[in-house]
Nanobody
Framework: QVQLVESGGGLVQPGGSLRLSCAAS????????MGWYRQAPGKQRELVAT???????NYADSLKGRFTISRDNAKNTVYLQMNSLKPEDTAVYYC????????????WGQGTQVTVSS
């Protein structure tokens, strides 16, 4: 059993900042990578950012410079710092983890709504 618990979503004004957190728990032997994806209404789920256990990051090109992903390996937690938020950032944000538990596989959080509006 692996659970991803997300927090930090909500309503924020354009130009503001928000930090999302996702903590993985359960019978985890190792987490190879964690990341964030998002899905806006009428659109496919898309990559936001990922980070490996070694700290290597990957971002969607359109988000470079505004979003920063980080992790605390000791806490099995990944963060997404979102700055200069725009209305088009409005979406459901999903946490993802590549985990070796009973078997190795991908796990997803339930998603958290981020709404950017004045």
């Amino acid at each position: 059993q692996v659970q991803l618990v997300e927090s930090g979503g909500g309503l924020v004004q354009p130009g503001g900042s928000l930090r999302l957190s996702c903590a993985a728990s359960g019978s985890i032997f190792r987490i190879y990578a964690m990341g964030w994806y998002r899905q806006a209404p009428g659109k496919q789920r898309e990559l936001v950012a990922t980070i490996t256990s070694g700290g290597r990051t990957n971002y969607a090109d359109s988000l470079k410079g505004r979003f920063t992903i980080s992790r605390d390996n000791a806490k099995n937690t990944v963060y997404l710092q979102m700055n200069s938020l725009k209305p088009e950032d409005t979406a459901v944000y999903y946490c993802n983890a590549d985990v070796w538990a009973t078997i190795r596989g991908d796990y997803w959080g339930q998603g958290t709504q981020v709404t950017v509006s004045s």
